[in-house]
C-alpha cells in the first residue's frame, strides 16, 4: 500500500470508520475502491451500515436521509467521500 | 423430523406439571378479565409514550401501560413500596393475580418454592437515574446507594418473594426476547425432574428510554404504530411492557390440594441461533428445532396444534424466517395451522414478551377463542398458515407459543387442555443422575493476572507478581479515585480476538471467550464443530455489559439521534452467550443468567440438569464481568477499599468419564430471608460442607471475601486447611469472582489430587458451597 495523505479526505473517512466500527484495520489497508459489505471487500453487515450513517452524519455533516440513499453512499470510500464533496462541506 | 413419535402413556402424577394460577398485567389491561377481553375483541392497545422524552426519537409510540397507583395487598412495608421501580410494580401486580388464582397458602409457603422469571432490562429505569445522578451531578450521592442495590436484578425476584411472603431460590433468566418462556421452562424442569412440588414462573420488562432509544438506533421499530406483523410492508416493531406469572405445580401437589387446573404444561424446546446477533437464519433453523423439540416432548403432532401464538415481531427478517420454520415443521399440514402475533394489539415486551404470550396461549385454550393479529392487510407470501386475522372462536385444547430472541435464543412452550391420562414421550432419560457423576474435564481463567489458568495459578503461588491495583480516575471529574485491577493486554496474539463476531463485542465478551476456549480445548472444540458433542451454554453474571450500556446511555441522553446502532445489541445481557455459542459452535440450550453472583453455582446446577435431561453432551459454564466506572463507583458507596477487578472463567461439564474433576456437592445457593439471616445462611450451607463424610477436612478452601467478611469468617472459623482468598489477591470480580474460584480449585484438584472447597458467598442475597474431588481418587 502507497503512503496515504493523511490530510486527505479518503484518509479521514477511513480514520472515523476504523474508530466508530471497531475495525482492526490501518487506513492503509482499506483501499479507496474496496467494498465495504459483502466477503469481497471489508465485510460489514446491516448493524455497521447503521454506524456509519451516525457516524459520518457526527463527524463530516453527511445527512443520509434513506436505505435507497445509503445504498449508493456506502458503496466504498471514494463514493462516501463524493457524497460530502456534494453537500458542499 | 419424523412424526408421529413412540408415547410413553404411564408417567407418573409427581412428574407431570400443571398451571393452577395465571397472572398478567400489559397495555391491554390489568388482569385475565381485562386481557381476554381485548384480546377476544382484537383490541390495539398503544399510545404516545409519557415515561420519557421521545422527542429526538423517530418513534414515539408505545404499548405503554396504566399503571394502577396502589398495589394488591402485599406483606412488604410502606417504606419498601414507596422504593419500587417500575418494573417491580407491575411484576408485583401479575404474581398476586396468579398466586390468588392458584390459591396458595401458609401451607404451601412453609416449603421453599422456587422463583424463576425472565427479563432483558430488569430495573432499568434505577439504572438510568444512578447514571443520570453519576454523570450529571457526581458530587451528590444521595440515594445513589439505594438506586445501585435496587439495580439488581436479584432484588426484583426478592421484592415479589418478600411481597407474597414466601422463599426459594431465585433464577433469572436474560435470554432477550425468550427470557420469559426461558423461565417458564426451566421451572417445569425442577418440578418434572421430581425436585419440587411447585414453582412460580414468569417475566416482566417495563419501557426504558435506553432499550427505547436502542431499538430506534437500529430502526428496528415502526415509524407507523400499530406494527404489522406477517404483514407483505411491515416496517419494524413496536415495544410494549408488562409482566405475567404462572403458579406451576405437579398434577399430584394440584390434585391433592382440590386444585383447579388450568392447563398442562407439555412441550419446551429451546435452541440457539447463531447465524448474527440480531438476525435470525433466514430459514429459520432454530425456530425450528425449538418447536420440534417441545412438540416431541409433547407428543404431539403439528395438526394437533390448535393455536400458534407467533414470536411475530413485525421485523422484516423476523417474520419470514419464522414463517419459513412453521412451514417447514408443519409440512403438509400448514394450511391448517392457526396462527396469529399478539405484538400487533401490545407491542414487544422483549423479556417479559414470552410469559405474556404464554398467558395470552392459556387464555386461547381456557376461553375458546383465537387472539386475532388485525393489522394486517397484506399478508407477506410466507403466510401459507391459517392467518388470523379476526376475532374467532374456536375449540382449542393445545398451544403453542414462540419466543425467538435476540443474539439467537430460542424457546417453544406447548400448553395442553388437561386430560386424566395423557400420552407423552419423555424427551430425557428418566434417571437421575446424582451432581457427583458430572465432571468438570476443563477450565479457563482471564483475569486480571493474564490470560489462561498460568497466569492465575501463578499470581495464586506468588502473590507479589501481580501488579498493584492501577488508580483510576473519571475523566473530567474530581470524584474520589478508584482502586481497580483490570485484564492486560494478551502478551501473545490470540487469533480468536480477530474473528468478525467479536469485532464489535464488549469486553467481557472476549474475556469469556478466552476462558471457554482454554476450558474446552482443542479436541472437543473439533468434536462439538462436527457434531460429535452437542454443547450447551450457561453464563452468569452480575452486571454484564455495562461499559457499552454506559456508552450508550450517555449518547442517547445527549441526542438519541447519534446513538450508536453499534453499541446498543452488544449491551443486551445475553450477547457474550451468543457470541460465544456461535464461536463455539452451540446449537442446543443456552441461558444467560443474572443476579448474585453466587448465581454461578445455579448456572453449574443448570449445566448438570441440561446433562441429565440429554438435552446436550457437553456444557460450557462461564462466569465473567468486565470493568466500568458507573460500577465501580458503585461499589465504592459500599468501601472505598474495594478494589474493583474484571474478567472471567469457565468450566467443561461433561457426564461421566474418566478424566478430570468430580462436581462433588453443590449446596445452594440458599437465599437469605428473615428468618435466615446472612450470618445464619453462610454458616448452615458451611456447616452442611463439613458434614460431607471429612471430604472438606483434607481440602483446599477458595473463600470469596474481597474486603473483611465476618459472617464467612465465622463460618469456616473450625476448618483446619489451607485457605486460598482470591477476593483479596484479585479484587471483587462480581459476577467472575466465584467462576474465578471455582477454575482455580479444580485445577488444584486435578494436580493435587485432594478435595477442594469453594465458598460461594453472594453479594446480595445468596451463599452455597461447591466440593470437588479427584475423579476415581477418593
Known sequence: ?89 | MPYPFAVTSNYPESRRVVITGAGIITSMGLGWRENVDGFRAGRLAFRPVTLFDTSGQRVSQAGELTLPIGLPENALTARQISRLDRATRMLIHAGTEAWADAGWSDRERAEPIPLCLGTSAGAMELGESYFRQASQHPETRHGQAVRAVNYQTHRQAIHLANALDFTGPVTIIANACASGANAIGHATSLIRRGENQRAFAGGYDALAKLVFAGFDSLQALTPHVPPRPFDAHRDGLALGEGAAMLALESLESARARGAEILAEVVGYGASTDSHHLTQPHPEGDAALRAMSEACRGAGLRPDQIDYLNSHGTGTPLNDVAEGRAIQRWAGTDVEKIRVSSTKASIGHLLGGAGAVEAVIALMALRENFLPPTTTVETPDEVCTFDLVREPRDAEVRNVLTNSFGFGGANATLIFSEFEETRAVTIPFEDTKTAIGKIRISGWGAVTPAGWGMASLVEAIESPESLAEPEIFTREGRESRPLLVRRVPRPTEKLPFLRDPRLRRASPIARFSVGAALEAIGEARLEAVKSGEIRLGVVYAYVNGCVNYSSRFYGEALRDPALASPILFPETVYNAPASHLSSLLGCHAINYTIVGDSSQFLSAMEIAARWLEENRCDGVIVVGGEEFDWLCAEAYQLFGSETVYAEGAAALYLERGGEAGVSLDSLIGPELYTNAHPRGDLIRRVAEKAETQQGKVADSTLFTRASRDDADEEAAWADFKGKRVNLGRLLGEGMGAAIAWQCAAAADLVDRSGKPAVVSAVGENEQAGVVILTANGRE
Do not use: W
Open chain 1, 1 to 89: 500500500m502507497s503512503e496515504e495523505n493523511p490530510d486527505s479526505l479518503q484518509h479521514r473517512i477511513k480514520s472515523v470508520m476504523i474508530d466508530e466500527l471497531m475495525l482492526q484495520e490501518t487506513p492503509e489497508e482499506i483501499a479507496d475502491d474496496e467494498p465495504l459489505f459483502g466477503p469481497e471487500g471489508l465485510g460489514l453487515d446491516s448493524v455497521d451500515a447503521l454506524q456509519l450513517v451516525v457516524a459520518l452524519e457526527k463527524n463530516f455533516s453527511l445527512k443520509i436521509p434513506d436505505a435507497e440513499a445509503a445504498k449508493g453512499v456506502l458503496t466504498n470510500v471514494n463514493t462516501i467521500a463524493e457524497a460530502i464533496e456534494r453537500s458542499g462541506r
